[in-house]
């Protein structure tokens, strides 16, 4: 089992930033493909970003390539998603999965374990 803890979210202004984290523990040695995924009220979830387990291979969705940034640290066991430029169509509950597939999946199936999700608003 891997349990999933995000943080950083919060209530900024639009255009401000915001860099969530996700830490990982458990059985951590695996090496998993993280992703974050974010679900607004009345849509669908939607993969935002994914990162491989050395990092090589990324994935973002059209509507945060150039603000978004996905990073890891294997080391510390958490991955980050660094927000810039934030609209207020990015307001959602962010989610961090992991997956054991690779390269990076975009079904939702394909992760198996996932966080209880971060609240980001984003006040225009």
């Known amino acids: 089992q891997v349990q999933l803890v995000e943080s950083g979210g919060g209530l900024v202004q639009a255009g401000g930033s915001l860099r969530l984290s996700c830490a990982a523990s458990g059985r951590t040695n695996r090496r998993y493909t993280m992703g974050w995924f974010r679900q607004a009220p009345g849509k669908e979830q939607e993969l935002v970003a994914s990162?491989?387990?050395?990092?090589?291979?990324?994935y973002y969705a059209d509507s945060v390539k150039g603000r978004f940034t996905i990073s890891r640290d294997n080391a510390k066991n958490t991955v980050y998603l660094q927000m810039n430029s934030l609209k207020p169509e990015d307001t959602a509950v962010y989610y961090c999965?992991?997956?054991?597939?690779?390269?990076?999946?975009?079904?939702?199936?394909?992760?198996?374990?996932w966080g209880q999700g971060t609240q980001v608003t984003v006040s225009s």
């Open positions: 990162i491989s387990w050395i990092g090589g291979s990324t």
């Open positions: 999965a992991a997956s054991p597939s690779t390269p990076p999946p975009l079904q939702r199936g394909s992760y198996d374990y």
